[in-house]
């Protein structure tokens, strides 16, 4: 059985930076194959940083500050992967007036790996959807949507696997309900499905055919609602099994760690969501032994 012994890590990013490789390769790890895993969320085509004046983030976040970010990490760790949990679109007059395909360009410059879709995607429709998919250069994955009576049908995965160093990541989507959140004008014939069941067939199919070292849900559920019967990423993880790591969005919730919750299986699942704008970026690093035994850290860069 996979043990993982979850790390706390919360160092401020300019530490962190200025020890650049150094910090990570001070634990001793330098016999285990290392994965590190990047993520945004809610960035809502916020492309250039905070003004200087701004009364809650002077300066901070930007685009072109988050690919310095990912470069410095990327020359320290090669085994990186760059994901991000949807809302993509919509919060700036680049979104109004480029409609997307400044924010897929620009991701694609970053190398993102793969990105689940939010509900703001659909702020132009799923035909302003599918027009700027030619832009986007990484994968879509959702397993929960249903393109199949759509414009979008095969264009997004439920999932993909990512083999870096050996080690088999297997990562999905899942999106929210659109009902009552998005106009039907605009997401049409996409049908949502029930993101636990789906959730725990494919993270089995993840782990238990695709022999998976890691299984990774990229999630635009939410954090955790004060009401019952609404998914978020804390039962997503309580109800299912497989799943080690999920990337939340939706909430703009701001964690300075990834959460442990404990899944039906009583094994230890991380929750990360990095707040919104792009303020922050997650990292999150796996060391995997001989026998593939996890460890990770966690901490919360601010860009």
Known sequence: MKRRNFIQNTIAS?????????????CNENSKKHITILH??????????FPKD????????GVARRATLVDNIRRENPNTLLFDAGDIFQGTPYFNFYGGELEFKLMSMLKYDAATIGNHDFDNGIDGLYAQLPHAKFQFLSANYDFKNTIMD???????????????IGVFGLGI??????????????IYNNPIEI??????????????????????LGYKYNFEGKVSDILLARNTE????????????FMEQPEIVLN????EVLINQAGCFGIYMGRIDFFLDKDKNIQSKGVTISV
């Open 199 to 220: 959730a725990q067939d494919i993270s089995r199919v993840l782990k238990e055919e695709e022999n998976c070292d890691i299984v990774v849900c990229l999630s635009h």
């Open 54 to 61: 701004h009364g809650k983030n002077p300066n901070q976040g």
């Open 264 to 267: 039906r299986k009583e094994k």
């Open 242 to 253: 497989h799943i080690d790591l999920i990337i939340g969005g939706h909430t703009h919730t």
């Open 14 to 26: 300019s530490a962190f930076l200025g020890l650049a490789g150094l910090s990570l390769n001070s």
């Open 154 to 168: 095969s264009h997004v995965k439920p999932y993909t696997i990512f083999i870096r160093d050996q080690v088999k």
């Open 177 to 190: 309900e659109l009902d009552g959140l998005v106009d039907k004008s605009l997401y049409k014939e996409t």
């Open 40 to 49: 945004t969320n809610d960035v809502h085509s916020h492309i250039d940083p």
